[in-house]
């Protein structure tokens, strides 16, 4: 474990901060499932990104013109989220949460991880992978979709009015669901502390969460074993994997609450 003098240094602070605010929000992106197996889209190598084209598989014009390549294509990605596990920096978020006055968790991921670990109700910016609904825009949903046990056509079709069902996710070119969106601008914009965790900063709007905040007065700490691409640096950079930062931030933040109550 890559943890340094330096880093020991900064999770105090972090910590301080943490445990001393009104409102925390946390922000996190791929990398925080990294752990759990779930690649990420932009680590050179390995991120999606890398190997597979974004317009061709993440757009509505690319699902328009090969629905069944895309359906599968996320069916396969659904497959490995529900053989994932929450790792060790899901599960320090979600103890996070019982340790400070308020937390709100936001999430560009759709892998679902937060909740599995825990985590109350985290505003997920770009839908859940695991829930499909309605190309045709009639409001069908589906939730927890099982490829194993569809045996049907391949994309299946809507029960109510007979379109393509698609997997409920925002896609390049598409709006985020608007209440998501709102709620997650709102609490970044009156928090005091926001953390953002696993995420290259390079796709907005979510990029922008940590800029907001800083605008309204907050402290802004990241999480990443690379800096991402804000506009603004953060006020501390915790350097290394969420699984193994998480869990000393957190365990940091219950010392000086329990020193706090004696
Ligand atoms: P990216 O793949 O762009 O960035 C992943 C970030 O995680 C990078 O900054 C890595 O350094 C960091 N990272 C890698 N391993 C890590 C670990 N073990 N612990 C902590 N951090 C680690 O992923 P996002 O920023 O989440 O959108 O990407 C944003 C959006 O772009 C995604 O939601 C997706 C994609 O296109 C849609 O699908 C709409
Ligand atoms: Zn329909």
């Known amino acids: 474990m890559d943890i340094t003098s330096d880093n020991n240094r900064f999770i105090g602070q972090a910590a301080t901060w943490i445990s001393g605010c009104s409102h925390l929000v946390v922000s996190t992106g791929a990398g925080v499932s990294q752990e759990s197996g779930i690649p990420t889209f932009r680590d050179a190598g390995t991120g999606l990104w890398a190997s597979y084209d974004p317009m061709q598989l993440a757009s509505v014009q690319g699902f328009s013109q090969d629905p069944k390549l895309v359906w599968e294509w996320y069916a396969w990605r659904r497959n490995k989220v529900y053989e994932a596990r929450p790792n060790p920096g899901h599960l320090a978020l979600a103890r996070l949460e019982s340790l400070v006055s308020r937390m709100t968790l936001v999430t560009q991921n759709v892998d679902g991880l937060h909740r599995r670990a825990g985590s109350g109700s985290p505003i997920e910016l770009h839908g859940n992978i695991t829930r499909v609904k309605c190309f045709g825009g009639c409001g069908e949903m589906h939730e927890n979709w099982s490829d194993e046990k569809y045996k049907g056509e391949i994309p299946p079709?809507?029960?109510?009015?007979?379109?393509?069902?698609?997997?409920?996710?925002v896609w390049f070119g598409e709006q985020l669901p608007e209440k998501a969106l709102h709620d997650a601008f709102h609490v970044?914009?009156?928090?005091?502390?926001?953390?953002?965790?696993?995420t290259s900063g390079t796709v907005q709007p979510a990029a922008s969460l940590p800029v907001v905040a800083q605008r309204g007065g907050a402290r802004f700490i990241e999480v990443n074993p690379q800096p991402g691409a804000f506009a603004e640096p953060a006020d501390i950079l915790l350097t290394g994997k969420s699984g193994e930062i998480l869990p000393l931030l957190v365990a940091e933040v219950e010392r000086l609450g329990k020193g706090s109550k004696t």
């Not at 079709?157 to 996710?169: F, I, K, Q, W």
């Not at 970044?188 to 696993?198: F, Q, R, S």
């Open 157 to 169: 079709r809507c029960n109510s009015c007979g379109s393509l069902l698609r997997p409920d996710v």
């Open 188 to 198: 970044a914009e009156n928090c005091d502390v926001i953390l953002v965790v696993g």
